[in-house]
C-alpha cells in the first residue's frame, strides 16, 4: 500500500514535472530560417535578418527565432534545414535559390513542419515558395541609368546566370533601351555572391572600359565603393547602400520581407498555413526602392512616375512584343506581357545585349 | 581572332590593368610569404584562411577606432600573431596533429572574427594613403606602378627579398630548413626545433594576419564577415606552386592575381569567350607548372621541406 502511494506520487510529480518542462516548448512556435551568407554581408542575407528581426518585433512573445548564416549551398544546407526541423522547429525559411532541392528532401521527411523557400519554383503540400519581383525595380534603374549615363555604357556585375539574374539584365536593358535606344551593357559574370574584392575588381574593369553606371546582382556594397572612387554613378543592391556611396548611389532595390515572414508565422499560429506561391513586387510592397538621389529632377520625376505605373498596372517590364538577341520575337503567352512562367525560366537576352549566357 | 588577341593584349598592358592587378595579388604574396616560412620550419598551419579573416576584423577594427592605418595594420599582425600561438601551442607544445588543428584554426577564426567584426559592419574609414612622390608619381606609365602604390605593397616586396635573404644567406635561415627538412637531427646537433618553429609560426601568422588586414585597410575600405572569401587556401596553394621557394612565390602570386583579373576584363570585351573556360585558367596554369617541377630534377626542382607536417616530440 505505502509502495503504492510512492509510485503514484512518484508518477505524479514525473507528469508534473514533464508537463512544466514541455509547456514553454508548447506554447511557442520555433521559427528557424537558413542563410546564405553573413547576417553582417549588407545585402540579400541582411535583409533576411532584417525580415527575421521585424517578425521578433511583432510577434515575439508568440514565437522564438532561430538562423544558421553562411549555410553553403548544396549537401551542407540539407544537413542545416535538417537540424532545424529536428529541434523543433515548426516553421522553417530557407532563403537562396540553392536551397531547392535540399528543402523539398527535408520536407518530404518531416511531413509536420512548414517550409518556405525564397526564390524557387518546387513546392510540396508542405513547401512554399515566395520571391520578390525584383525585375520591376531593374526596369526603373535601367531608365535612370540611359538618362545617366555619358558615356552610352553601363556596367553589370553579376553572379550566376539563374532567370532571376538574366530577367534582371533583361528589365534593365528594356527600361534602358525606352530612354536610348542604342545603349549598351557590359555584362562580368563573378561566379560568386559574396566576395568584396572580386566585386570591387570586376567593378574596377567595367570602369576601365569605359562604363559609367554601375549595377551588381551579387551582395557586397564592394562596387558601390569602387563607383564612388572613380566619381562614378551606381545602384544599390537588396538593401539601402547609400552609406556607401552618398554622392554615387541613384537608389537601391530594398528587399522588404518583414511583412510576408509576420503574415506567414500568423497563418501558422492560426493554424491556417497552406502551401502557396507568392511573388510579390512594388506593388505589395516586397520590393521597395530606395530614395532616387544624385539625379536631376526631372530624372527623378520620370523614375516616380515609371514606379507608379508599375504599381497602378499600367506598365508591365516584359510587355509585348519581346524580342530576344537573335531577333525572334518571344511568344507572348501573359495578357500583353510574358507570362510569370516565362520570367521565373528566363534563359534568354533581349535584343541589344551583347554577351552570351555562360553555358548556353 | 588577331583583333581580339589585340585588344587582349591592349588590356594586358594598360596601367589601370596592372594597378589592380598590384592590388589583387598583394593579399596572396603576404599571406603566402608568411605561410612558407612556417612551413620550410616544418610545420603546414591550414589555419591561414582563420588567421587572415581575424587580422581583417581587427585591423578594421583598430584602425577605425585610432584613425590610423599603421595603428589597423598593427592590431592585424597581432591578431594573425595571437592565431598562430593558440595553433603553435596546441601543434609544438601539445603535439596535436597539425592539419586537424590548421583546420579548427580556421573554424575558430571565422567565428571568432565575426564577434569582434559584428560592432564594425557598416562604419567606414578613409583607405591606406598612396605613395607621391612629386615628379616620380606622375611619371607616365610606370610612374603609378613603381611610385604610387599603398605602403602593404612595398611592404610585401620588402618581405619576400628579406625572407629570401634570411632563408639563403644567412646562418639562422640555414638552421631553420636544417629543422624543415630534418628534426632528429637539427634536435641532435643542439638546435632548439621547438623554439624555431615557434618563431616560424608566429611569423606566419603575423603575415596572415597582415595580409587580412589589407583587405579591410586598402583593398576594399570596409569590413564584412567572411571578407578574405578563400584567399587564405589560395595563399596556402601558391606556397606549394612555389615549391617552397620564395621567388617563384612572388611569380605565382602575380600569376594568380593577373590571371583571375583577366578573366573578369575579357568578359567586358564582348568577345565571346566563355567565362567558365576563363575562370579556369589560374589552376589548370598551377596543375602545368606542378608537373612541370615534379619532372625537374636538381636545384630548378621542388624545396618541400622534408619534415613537413611530422609532429616532433624531443626525447629528453
Known sequence: MKNRIVVVAAAAIFAVAAATLAAPAAEKLKVGFVYLGPVGDFGWTYQHEVGRQGLVKALGDKIDTTYLENVNEGPDSERSIE??????????????????????????????????????FKRATNVSTYSGRFYEGRYIQGMIAAKMSKTGVLGYIVSFPIPEVISGINATMLGAQTVNPNIKVKIIWVSTWFDPGKEADAAKALADQGADVLMQHTDSPAAMQIAAQRGLLAFGQDSDMIKFGPKTQLTAI??????????????VLDGTWKSTDTWGGLTSTLVVMAPYTNMPDDVKKMAMDTEAAIKAGTLHPFKCPIVDQDGNTVPCKGDGHLDDGQILSMNFYVKGVDDKIPGK | MLNALGQILGLIFSVNFILTVITASTPLLLAASGELVAERSGVLNLGVEGMMIMGAACGFAGAYLSESTIIGA?????????????????????????????????????????????????????????????????????????????????????????????????????????????????????????????????????????????LPLAYTPFFIPGMTAGRGWIALALVVFASWRPGRLVAGAYLFGAVTFLQLSVQGLGLGIPPQLMSSLPYLATIVVLVLISRTRGTAGSAAPASLGVVFVPDR
Open chain 1, 83 to 120: 537540424q532545424l526541423a529536428r529541434t523543433g522547429h515548426k516553421l522553417i525559411f530557407t532563403t537562396s535559390f540553392g536551397y531547392m532541392d535540399p528543402t523539398i528532401k527535408v520536407a518530404s521527411r518531416f511531413p509536420k513542419v512548414d517550409f518556405e523557400h525564397a526564390t524557387g
Open chain 1, 254 to 267: 530594398v528587399d522588404n520581407w518583414a511583412p510576408y515572414y509576420v503574415q506567414r508565422t500568423k497563418d
Open chain 2, 74 to 214: 598593427i592590431c592585424g599582425i597581432l591578431a594573425g600573431a595571437a592565431m598562430a600561438a593558440i595553433f603553435a601551442f596546441l601543434t609544438l607544445g601539445l603535439a596535436v596533429n597539425q592539419v586537424a588543428t590548421g583546420l579548427a584554426l580556421t573554424i575558430l577564426g571565422t567565428g571568432l572574427s565575426g564577434l569582434i567584426g559584428a560592432g564594425f559592419v557598416g562604419q567606414r574609414i578613409v583607405p591606406a594613403a598612396q605613395l607621391h612622390l612629386p615628379g616620380l608619381t606622375e611619371l607616365p606609365v610606370v610612374g603609378r606602378i613603381l611610385f604610387g602604390q599603398d605602403a602593404f605593397v612595398y611592404l610585401s616586396f620588402a618581405l619576400i627579398v628579406g625572407i629570401w635573404l634570411f632563408l639563403y644567406r644567412t646562418r639562422s635561415g640555414l638552421v631553420l630548413r636544417a629543422v624543415g627538412d630534418n628534426h632528429a637531427s637539427a634536435h641532435a646537433l643542439g638546435y632548439p626545433v621547438l623554439k624555431i618553429r615557434l618563431l616560424a609560426v608566429l611569423f606566419g601568422g603575423g603575415c596572415a594576419g597582415l595580409a587580412g588586414a589589407f
